[in-house]
């Protein structure tokens, strides 16, 4: 494999798992504008720990996404107090807040930068990812995943049938920060790198949107939609500007036409679909 | 000087109050968060400079950039708002900001990404009282923002179209039935709210004298902010969050240091939206798209 490609790899891995953490949440009905935040908390943990604290790679990195799930932990109980679009913007609020500290966190280079030591290569990237995207996917059969679902559909009806509500959004909203927090180290590890202007309104946007057109409704969605949007800029070859229009072309398109996202549960495969209904 | 800053973060706030009336009109009729809103104020500044930078007269440069900004918020009524009015309450969402990212990148390839140098259209005109120092930009923009707002005020509250947008906004079934044609209302809607918005960006040039592909990143979210605090939906709730936005902002850099302006003004939005997610004005959302 070139270089060339081993680097669109590691850059369609780090897609997919923000794609996921924004997946996660989505799926019981909560939108997080705010993902990059997370990513944020992630990426500059696991650099401060290799860096100052000498840690391993794998603790760091670790300790990333861990970080990431403690502050999400903390904001969410107010947080979600909030619903709807105003979640929506709670999120986007406190994804700005976060990296706006990190822009003037003088310990960590604030906006000029931040170095980082350890390094890690495209292998260990692309292995995490195989392993959390294994992990969403053993969830989606679980029936937490169906929990989110009917909250998502009704959360008063989901309430009355005895789910705990709230200990599931604020455990779908951890986990889908703790999954950028760890694409957040990795990013950070693998580029030897850190700024905080890499983690702006438009890193959630974009990472959103990937979810957004891969479709909601199953976990293959955001898996799509992230290689999507990924591959076909660079197939298409186009310049940096023409890649983000032709994106947001795309979108505009997809909206109108399919606005549940590429794959909706009605491309369920067939035999799944034949079994739902033997079951009485 | 306190009370310099004060009146910097009004005429600062005025714009900022713009983009919020924009965005809160969108979303208390339609029910829409349309977040193309800081790209059609960046078409306001950007198409207005385009047109001084080939010579043509002020008045036409605005006229142009305002109806510019009014062509895409139809093409976003169009497009946007009204194939996902039945879909999935993200999907709207999705579609405008879409179309933010489009704009930006199209004006990015056309005129790239650097600060562009605004002409001063207006003398360099400063009116002084006792110690504060007036520009005639910023009197120039606090005038014309009041006045937009004023007349969109008067225009919902005495006229028979504002009546019919008031009826749309109360509950939208009952106004089709009661023969409102909501087919030709709502993009009158989307219009108005596009010439607020760019109305803010030529104000915005006017002011700092220099525009860019993305001046409207910082503003347009800004302007959200604005509405939330103001509380959604609510015109002069959206006035208030406008001006203190502004003048959060401004006495954060007097007194803070501008670096952390960011962290103030989105603080304030969410505590707030914690605290008082209804806003300052607003009342308690009975219903909500999303």
Sequence with gaps: MTAYQTG??????????????????????????GIAGFMAVGAYAAAWLGNEQGWG?????????????????????PILRTHGIYLALATFALGQVITAVFLNLEPVGAAAGYPVTEHIGPAAVLLTTLG?????????????????????????????????????????F???????????????????????????????????LYVLLGGTRSVWGPILGAAFFTLIPELLRASAGWRYAIFAL?????????????????????WRRRAAEETP | ????????????????????????????ILNFLNFSIPGLFMVGGMVTWALLAQGWHWSIAVGAALLAAAFVA?????????????????????????????LENLFVIRYGSDQLSFPALLPDFNWRLGGLVIGGAQ???LAVAVALVLWLSVLLRRTNTGRRIRAVAESRETAVILGVDVGRLVPQVFVSSAVFTAAGGVLFALNYLQVSATMGEGVGFKGVAAMIIGGMGSIWGAILGGLLIGLAEVLTIGFLGADLVDIAVYGLLLALLILRPEGLLGRPAAREKL
């Design chain 1, 57 to 77: 790679a794998t603790a760091a990195i670790a300790a990333g996404g861990g970080a990431a799930a403690l502050v999400a932990c903390a904001v969410a109980v």
């Design chain 1, 174 to 208: 951890t986990l889908g920060a703790a999954i950028a927090g760890l694409s957040g180290g990795l990013y950070a590890l693998h580029y030897n790198y850190v700024e905080a202007q890499h983690f702006g309104v438009m890193l959630s946007t974009y990472t959103v």
């Design chain 1, 8 to 33: 669109l790899l590691v850059i369609l891995a780090l897609n997919v798992l923000g794609a996921f953490a924004v997946y996660l949440p989505l799926s019981a009905g909560q939108l997080n504008l």
């Design chain 2, 74 to 102: 139809l093409l976003v009524e169009r497009l946007s708002y009204r194939p996902s009015r039945d879909a999935d309450p993200e999907v709207p969402l999705a579609s405008a900001l879409g179309f933010l990212i489009l």
């Design chain 2, 1 to 28: 000087m306190i009370a310099q800053q004060l009146v910097n973060g009004v005429m600062l706030g005025a714009i900022y109050m713009l983009v919020a009336v924009a965005f809160t009109l969108a979303i208390g």
């Design chain 2, 139 to 141: 009197l120039v923009s």
């Design chain 1, 250 to 270: 795309l979108v505009i398109l997809f909206m109108a036409w399919r606005p549940a996202g590429l794959l909706t549960g009605g491309l369920r495969l067939p």
């Design chain 1, 132 to 172: 959390v995207a294994a992990l969403v996917l053993l969830l989606s059969c679980t029936r937490f995943a169906l929990c989110l679902t009917a909250i998502r559909s009704d959360a008063v009806v989901a309430d009355l049938m005895g789910m705990p509500v709230r200990a599931l959004k604020v455990a779908a």
